[in-house]
């Protein structure tokens, strides 16, 4: 492929990427790292074909290095996040607001580090990065009705887990 492609693809998916993976691991440097492995190994393996889907290639590639990343770390990894530093705060809210708003991210942060990987991969991609259903087959190698269905499946889990979660701190 040619470079300048690789350049546009890069300005156009960096910042995504970033946020998919810092979310899902919780810390910049890491997610940066990534990111740069991400495109990396994009440009040694993209083909001419891959043009087409070159984001859901790139999800998949950052998933994939995700999972190897968790399986070394995952002793020593601590997955709180702080989103705080994402959401920037609006100076006409109260005090009040912006407090129910923090408390709001934390519990959510909590119910999504209960959630298995695979419906917190496909709940972000999908919620907050906006794939296609058709970029989510491409990214985590399974059919259109599987998809449908672990999509499905994570949003009751993140339901009930959120139900549960507001219960105990009430």
């Known amino acids: 492929m040619r470079s300048d492609l690789y350049a546009e693809l890069f300005k156009q998916y960096q910042s995504s990427l970033h946020l998919y993976l810092y979310r899902m691991c919780g810390s910049q440097e890491t997610a940066e790292e990534l990111v740069q492995e991400t495109f990396y190994r994009a440009m040694v393996s993209m083909k001419t074909e891959h043009a087409d889907y070159a984001r859901a290639w790139l999800y998949k590639?950052?998933?994939?290095?995700?999972?190897?990343?968790?399986?070394?770390?995952?002793g020593e990894m601590e997955m709180s996040r702080e989103l705080e530093k994402q959401s920037v705060e609006n100076t006409y809210r109260t005090p009040e607001e912006v407090l129910a708003a923090r408390e709001r991210v934390k519990l959510i942060q909590q119910v999504m580090k209960k959630l298995p990987e695979?419906?917190?991969?496909?709940?972000?991609?999908?919620?907050?990065?906006?794939?296609?259903?058709?970029?989510?087959?491409?990214v985590l190698d399974m059919n259109m009705s599987q998809v449908k269905v672990t999509?499905?499946?994570?949003?009751?889990?993140?339901?009930?887990?959120?139900?549960?979660?507001?219960?105990?701190n009430e």
Do not use: P
Not at 151 to 168: I, V, Y
């Open 61 to 74: 590639i950052a998933r994939h290095l995700f999972i190897d990343w968790y399986r070394k770390n995952r």
């Open 118 to 138: 695979q419906y917190r991969t496909v709940l972000l991609l999908r919620e907050m990065n906006e794939l296609s259903y058709k970029e989510l087959c491409k």
């Open 151 to 168: 999509l499905f499946r994570a949003r009751a889990r993140f339901k009930e887990e959120m139900l549960q979660m507001k219960g105990e």
